[in-house]
């Protein structure tokens, strides 16, 4: 194992809770700000009427990729997969706080 159990969880968990936060930042500053997505498939699912959908999907599709992690945790690709996810996850905290927050 590259990480230990206690690390690898840190890592699941730090990125549900990132997923969170991306959330609540994308609903509030591109669903009724004046900011644009990004990504076209979470597009399609921000400009229904209703925030519902894309709060569904959104974590739906990443509780189910860091479930596949979870149940293959033993296997190397997973262990740095869950620390690829943390990364991507933990510099978009960090780009929202800075470019939102600070400018």
């Not at 990132?18 to 669903?31: E, G, L, M, R």
């Not at 596949?68 to 978009?92: D, P, T």
Request: proline share 2%.
């Amino acid at each position: 194992m590259l990480f230990k159990k206690r690390i690898f969880d840190f890592f699941i968990f730090s990125t549900l809770f990132f997923n969170i936060i991306d959330i609540v930042v994308t609903i509030k500053f591109i669903k009724f700000g004046q900011h644009d997505e990004a990504n076209p498939f979470m597009k399609i699912f921000l400009s229904m009427d209703s925030v519902m959908p894309f709060i569904f999907f959104k974590t739906l599709l990443v509780c189910v990729g860091l479930y596949i992690l979870h149940k293959k945790r033993h296997n190397l690709i997973a262990q740095i997969g869950s620390y690829f996810c943390f990364c991507i996850y933990w510099a978009l905290v960090v780009h929202f706080y800075y470019f939102l927050w600070i400018k």
